[in-house]
């Protein structure tokens, strides 16, 4: 069943602990995103990455770091540099970039607590 | 600056009935536009895509318009059903750097 996977569906952390989102794909795509989602905002981009051992930052990229080892896994970590890390995270995947489809995982929900 | 502006912010409606949600954008350069469904807590699911030359695309009960030149787009729902009720994200990609620009959403409410 192919498709783009994010676990876990909810995540607590404790203030100060730094806190890994696993983002799996078995599409082949080359491309991956991180993305934040609050309340009535738009999705902002966080971190992208093109190609394995290459990644670059988003917009918010401050208090967050990513790791792009396998072309199959992109994931997150929120560290505690991060003031405000309480928020849905989406990841999604492409092929490429132009009119390519973007297919998003089912997000994470991290409360820091 | 690269904007994209969803509205109404919210809707609710009847079931059966249509609705229009809006979109505008002060993209540039324009590669192409997007419309997601997202149920409340799951992941964004595409419903169109639209290039530069494109006028209306059509998906199911879903129809997209885009209008290159006032920057505008719509996506019209036809014949509602419970199921709609969700946020629809409107998303603009930009030729420079192929870089994704989200609006914040429209959340629909659709009613028995």
């Known amino acids: 069943d192919g498709g783009i996977t994010q676990s876990p569906k909810y995540l607590f952390r404790k203030e100060g602990q730094n806190v890994t989102l696993s983002c799996e794909q078995n599409l082949n795509h080359d491309a991956m995103y991180w993305y934040r989602q609050d309340p009535g905002q738009g999705l902002r981009l966080i971190y992208y990455s093109q190609i394995v051992n290459d990644f670059q930052k988003g917009d918010i990229a401050e208090g967050y770091s990513v790791s792009r080892e396998k072309k199959e896994s992109f994931p997150l970590t929120v560290t505690s540099a991060q003031k405000n890390p309480t928020a849905f995270y989406l990841c999604?995947?492409?092929?490429?970039?132009?009119?390519?489809?973007?297919?998003f995982g089912q997000g994470t929900r991290l409360t820091v607590v | 600056k690269n904007q994209v502006e969803q509205s109404p912010q919210s809707l609710i409606i009847l079931e059966g009935k249509n609705c229009t949600l809006q979109?505008?954008?002060?993209?540039?350069?324009?590669?192409?536009l997007r419309w997601y469904k997202q149920d409340t807590g799951r992941g964004p699911v595409s419903l169109t895509i639209?290039?530069?030359?494109?006028n209306t695309k059509s998906n199911g009960r879903y129809t997209a318009t885009l209008d290159a030149d006032t920057k505008q787009s719509s996506l019209h729902i036809t014949a509602s059903q419970l199921s709609d009720s969700a946020s629809y994200i409107c998303?603009?990609?930009?030729?420079?750097?192929?870089?994704?620009?989200f609006g914040q959403g429209t959340e629909l409410s659709v009613k028995p």
């Open positions: 639209m290039t530069f030359s494109e």
């Open positions: 999604a995947s492409s092929i490429g970039t132009g009119l390519t489809e973007a297919f």
């Open positions: 979109c505008n954008y002060t993209v540039s350069p324009f590669s192409n």
């Open positions: 998303v603009v990609r930009s030729n420079q750097g192929g870089k994704l620009i």
